[in-house]
């Protein structure tokens, strides 16, 4: 019997097949990330494939040694950039951390060898996240593809790797049109609540046609007894990003509007995949008098007074983007009670086992991707990283009883606010949980009150 010879002609094309597949796969897993329908479930698949890896073939993580990284930082002119943030991310989400001095150096130690991004970021700049694609040979292009970053060795600080980046101005978002938002003036009608306070108020329902919100999932609160009454004069107008659909909280959007506030409420959808849901609320916001929220230079419209911005919970991560992207000036106050400013802090509790939150979050912050191949997301969306004097005066409230949210993010969001010189009030609480609007009883009163109290005090 002949066996089958194995010719050149016949390797062919099994070794083109892996020649196509070698670069194919690291380009498709790379574009995948771009793609918001895709990469939360793609690191949710990645992340579950690893634990079971991990348990199969056990992996040995223990840190080798450290080294360090220095560089510069400068604008597109050659200036320097002092101020501007450092950060070099590990997988469990812990980070180490400089500012860059008055000329613009800085420098890293304690980082543990091996290849790690570097994530740059400044206010009024876009970030950027510096790494390494370039390898040789198959291997190094798959190394490169798979694990990019820079390479940190082993040695004295003054001879670690330079990193010198320069930081270009940050692009303005899109432009957005408050007109596009329409109050349908017939669904209007008049609404009470006992707790956590006695309050009435006239609710009417809010759309956004063109980014597909209907009926049902915005809200505009006003005071009055009944329909077609005046009221009392409107003080400002208060946009409320609640931690879930706005309906389920009309306890709390009544006694604000009671209180003399005109509140647009909204609670976005509970995902990470946030950018539509930041695009609502800055029509939102654009529709309560600012000509455009993005505009550094944004005007009020005739009559109109200074928004103000309340959220909780998840959806402060929303509100706090858009708050960030606004020109300064344009918002009058901040409140925000269990607001998650740091989720490189909340992935390395969760990682850590310090942190298991309720209602998926953990999910939710698994899908951002891991911190050291995902820190540009991962930073967008962590206020603390972004606190500038320009940011409007803020209230935090946090209980140490929270359980969702660890009452450290609000110390830390307060101690930033107030580094960079923002009139910051803190409320901090011994009980009351985490949503802390949901309940009755004077702890629900006392923080209405403040509320009320901080928003009159800055118009």
């Not at 991004?117 to 040789?136: L, Q």
């Not at 990193?163 to 049109?177: E, F, G, W």
């Not at 309050?199 to 049902?216: C, F, K, Y």
Request: charged share 20%; net charge neutral.
């Amino acid at each position: 019997m002949r066996h089958p010879v194995m010719t050149n002609q016949t390797w062919r094309l099994p070794m083109a097949v892996i020649a196509f597949l070698s670069i194919a796969l690291p380009v498709a897993w790379d574009a995948s990330g771009h793609i918001d329908a895709v990469w939360p479930v793609r690191n949710l698949v990645a992340h579950d494939i690893a634990g079971i890896l991990a348990h199969v073939v056990p992996v040995d993580i223990r840190v080798v040694g450290t080294g360090s990284l220095r560089g510069t930082v400068r604008d597109e002119d050659g200036r320097p950039v002092p101020g501007a943030t450092i950060i070099v991310p590990l997988s469990d989400g812990s980070v180490t951390e400089t500012l860059t001095l008055a000329d613009g150096t800085w420098i890293l130690t304690g980082i543990p060898v091996g290849r790690h991004p570097v994530w740059v970021g400044a206010p009024a700049f876009a970030p950027v996240t510096m790494i390494n694609r370039a390898g040789s040979g198959l291997t190094g292009r798959l190394r490169a593809w798979f694990e990019p970053g820079i390479d940190v060795t082993g040695g004295m600080a003054d001879a670690g790797t330079r990193v010198d980046v320069v930081l270009a101005p940050a692009p303005r978002p899109k432009a957005v049109n408050g007109t596009e938002v329409v109050v349908d003036p017939a669904t209007e009608t008049t609404l009470a609540c006992e707790r956590p306070v006695i309050a009435t108020a006239r609710r009417t329902d809010v759309t956004v046609p063109a980014m597909g919100v209907g009926s049902g999932e915005v809200f505009r609160y006003r005071a009055g007894d009944h329909a077609g009454s005046p009221g009392p004069a409107v003080s400002r107008p208060l946009l409320v990003v609640y931690p879930g659909p706005a309906s389920q909280w009309e306890c709390a959007s009544i006694p604000l509007a009671s209180a003399g506030f005109e509140v647009i409420a909204y609670g976005p959808p509970y995902t990470f995949a946030i950018e539509r849901e930041i695009r609502i609320l800055r029509l939102l916001l654009a529709s309560l008098g600012i000509s455009d929220p993005a505009d550094r230079g944004a005007a009020y419209r005739p009559g109109t007074s200074r928004p103000a911005v309340l959220a909780g919970s998840y959806s402060a991560i929303h509100a706090l983007r858009v708050v960030q992207d606004t020109g300064p000036g344009t918002i009058g106050a901040v409140v925000l009670m269990g607001p998650p400013v740091d989720l490189l802090d909340l992935r390395h509790r969760l990682e850590t086992g310090d942190y298991r939150p309720p209602f998926g979050l953990d999910r939710a912050l698994i899908a951002l991707g891991r911190p050291d191949r995902e820190v540009a997301r991962h930073a967008r969306y962590s206020a603390r990283l972004h606190a500038t004097a320009s940011h409007p005066p803020t209230l935090v409230i946090h209980s140490r009883s929270d359980a969702v949210v660890p009452v450290s993010q609000g110390e830390a969001y307060l101690s930033a606010l107030r580094d960079a010189g923002v009139a910051a009030e803190g409320m901090i609480l011994d009980g009351g949980g985490h949503y802390l609007l949901s309940t009755g009883g004077g702890e629900a009163e006392a923080i209405l009150s403040r509320t009320v109290a901080f928003l009159t005090a800055h118009p």
